[in-house]
């Protein structure tokens, strides 16, 4: 009789968990990962701060900006404005022959993040923002 209690109340954990789960991934996806077209086809890069200032970025650093970029996890948050709603921000716009694509990366909360506006919130790491910072630098 006990054996069967037990098998019982596992199962039930087993259900809630896995019911957990679903209800959290429905409500709260995960952002799909950054996709982009191939990197030959990448016209400029151009890094711009919230103040305004830009800098265009030189050709061989493409690939470094690109594979931050595309190694950015995706969390469960929703980007739901045009711009991040911190003080501090760095816009990415990557140029092609068929459109542009434009990213913004930010540190929030010792975090750093790479947002797509309406798509979702990616984490990154502090070199990358060290990395596009030090464009700015004279």
Do not use: C
């Not at 469960?76 to 140029?95: A, C, F, L």
């Amino acid at each position: 009789m006990k054996k069967t209690w037990v098998i019982i109340i596992i199962a039930l954990l087993g259900i809630a968990v896995i019911g957990g789960y679903v209800v959290l991934n429905n409500i709260f996806p995960k952002a799909d990962p950054i996709k982009f077209s191939n990197t030959e086809s990448i016209t400029a890069i151009t890094l711009i701060q919230k103040d305004g200032s830009f800098v265009a970025v030189e050709t061989a650093d493409f690939g470094e900006i690109l594979k931050n970029i595309a190694n950015a996890q995706p969390t469960r948050t929703m980007s739901v404005n045009d711009y991040p709603t911190v003080k501090t921000y760095y816009t990415i716009e990557v140029d092609t022959a068929a459109r542009q694509y434009r990213y913004f990366l930010y540190a929030e909360n010792s975090q750093v993040y790479v947002e797509l506006p309406y798509e979702g919130i990616y984490k990154s790491n502090q070199q990358f923002l060290d990395f596009i910072a030090e464009h700015f630098k004279d």
